[in-house]
C-alpha cells in the first residue's frame, strides 16, 4: 500500500507544486488548508496535471487541535509536511501575536497528534532568513544562525528548535518521530502546464509576481530596491529556486525519512541553486526570455533586505540525491505563462 503524506497548507504556493510531486511518486496525499491565503484554483490546478480528482482535501485550521485530532483518526498519516503558516515579513511585524499564535500552535497541534497516533515523520517548511545577514558566504547548514529580524522569520527558528526537540524526546522513548527541516531560499516559477503558480493577494511583496504583475499591466512600475550596494551592478544577490525544483526536493527528503535513510533523527538541508543572481540580473533574463520591456527604475534600499545570500548545496546534493535542473530562463518563462493564464491569455 502506498505510504500517506499530509500536506498541511497544501492548497498554496509550494503545498500545491509538493502536492503534485509526491503523487506523481507514488505517494497518497491529504491535503488539509485553511483556505486563509488562497482559493481553490490551485488545488483544482493540481487535480488537472494529476488527472486525480480523487486527492483528500480538508478544510481545517491547524490551530484546531481537535480538527487536526481527527485527520490523524482518520487517515493512515505516514509522514507531513507542514506549510500551514502565515508568510508575509512586513505583516508579521506589525502583527506579531497573530503570526505566534498561528505559526507555532498549528506546528504543535500536528507534533502532538504525530505523537499520539504512533508517531510519524515530519517535514518542516524552514527559510534561508534563519541566516539573516551572514558573513561568509555561501550558507552551510552549520553557518550560525542570527537572530531573527522579524517574528515571521523568529517562527521558523522556533518551529525548526522546536522539531528537534521533539525528535530528541521521543529519541529516547519510542524513536517515532523523525524530522526534516528545509530551508528554502527564494523559490520563484510556475509548473510549466502554467495551471498552478503563486497567487499574491493585494500588491505582491516579492520581487518575480510583482515583476509579472507589472508585465502584465497590472502595476504601472517596479521599483528596484537598491543599486548602491556593494555588489557588481549595485543590487541585491539571491538564490532563486524554481518552483518545480523545490517540490522535487520535499519528494526526496519524505523518501528518506518513509525509507529509513536518515543518519540523524532531526536533519537540515539548504534547497537552492548556489547560484547568486542580482535583481538586475534577473529582471534582463525576465525580458529576454519572454521578449519584453519591463518598466522599473531603481529606488531606496528596502528596510530589512540583506545585501546578499546564496546556498551551499553539497549537503542536500550528496544526501537526498537532488540538485535543482531548470535554468532561471525556464523558471521566468514559465511565471510570465502562469501569468498570462491567470489574466486569460
Ligand atoms: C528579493 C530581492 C528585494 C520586490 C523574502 C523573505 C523570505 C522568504 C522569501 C517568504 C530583494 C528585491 C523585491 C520588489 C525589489 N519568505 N525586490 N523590488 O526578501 O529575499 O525574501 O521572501 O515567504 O523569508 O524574507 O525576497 O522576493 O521579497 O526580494 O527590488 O518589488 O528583490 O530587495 O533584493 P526576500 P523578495
Redo the contacts with the bound molecule.
Keep these: 500500500m502506498a505510504k500517506r503524506v499530509l500536506v498541511s497548507g497544501g492548497a498554496g504556493y509550494i503545498g500545491s507544486h509538493v502536492t503534485v510531486e509526491l503523487i506523481a511518486a507514488g505517494y497518497d496525499v491529504v491535503v488539509a488548508d485553511n483556505m486563509s491565503n488562497c482559493d481553490m484554483t490551485c488545488f483544482e490546478g493540481v487535480r488537472k496535471i494529476t488527472g486525480r480528482d480523487d486527492i483528500p482535501f480538508e478544510q481545517i485550521d491547524c490551530c484546531d487541535a481537535a480538527a487536526v485530532e481527527k485527520l490523524f483518526t482518520d487517515y493512515q498519516i505516514d509522514a507531513v509536511i507542514h506549510f500551514a503558516a502565515f508568510?508575509a515579513?512586513g505583516e508579521s511585524v506589525a502583527k506579531p501575536i497573530m503570526y505566534y499564535r498561528n505559526n507555532l500552535v498549528s506546528f504543535l497541534n500536528i507534533l502532538e497528534s504525530a505523537g499520539r497516533h504512533g508517531g510519524c515523520n515530519v517535514l518542516f517548511s524552514s527559510?534561508?532568513?534563519v541566516y539573516g545577514e551572514a558573513e561568509d558566504l555561501p550558507v552551510t547548514e552549520k553557518t550560525p544562525r542570527l537572530p531573527a529580524t522579524s517574528p515571521?522569520?523568529n517562527t521558523k527558528q522556533m518551529c525548526e528548535d522546536i522539531l528537534r526537540d521533539v525528535v530528541a524526546a521521543t529519541a529516547s522513548s519510542q524513536g517515532v518521530i523523525k524530522g526534516i527541516a528545509l530551508r528554502y531560499f527564494?523559490p520563484i516559477g510556475a509548473h510549466p502546464s502554467a495551471l498552478i503558480g503563486e497567487l499574491p493577494r493585494g500588491v505582491p511583496?516579492?520581487?518575480?509576481p510583482?515583476i509579472t504583475q507589472t508585465a502584465i499591466g497590472k502595476r504601472e512600475c517596479?521599483?528596484?530596491?537598491?543599486n548602491d550596494y556593494p555588489t557588481e551592478d549595485g543590487?541585491?544577490l539571491?538564490d532563486y529556486i524554481d518552483i518545480v525544483d523545490l517540490a522535487k526536493a520535499h519528494v526526496a527528503a519524505v523518501s528518506r525519512m518513509l525509507d529509513g535513510k536518515m543518519k540523524e533523527g532531526y536533519e537540515i538541508f539548504n534547497i537552492g541553486t548556489g547560484r547568486p543572481v542580482s535583481?538586475y540580473e534577473l529582471v534582463t533574463a525576465f525580458e529576454k526570455v519572454n521578449g519584453l520591456k519591463l518598466n522599473y527604475r531603481f529606488v531606496d534600499r528596502?528596510p530589512g533586505?540583506v545585501m546578499a545570500i546564496w546556498a551551499d548545496t553539497s549537503l542536500a546534493n550528496e544526501e537526498l540525491g537532488w540538485k535543482a535542473e531548470r535554468t532561471v530562463e525556464e523558471t521566468l518563462a514559465s511565471a510570465w505563462a502562469w501569468e498570462k493564464h491567470l489574466a486569460g491569455k
Design positions: 508568510k515579513v527559510s534561508a532568513t515571521y522569520g527564494n511583496n516579492n520581487l518575480v510583482f517596479l521599483s528596484i530596491f537598491g543590487t541585491c539571491r535583481v528596502r533586505d
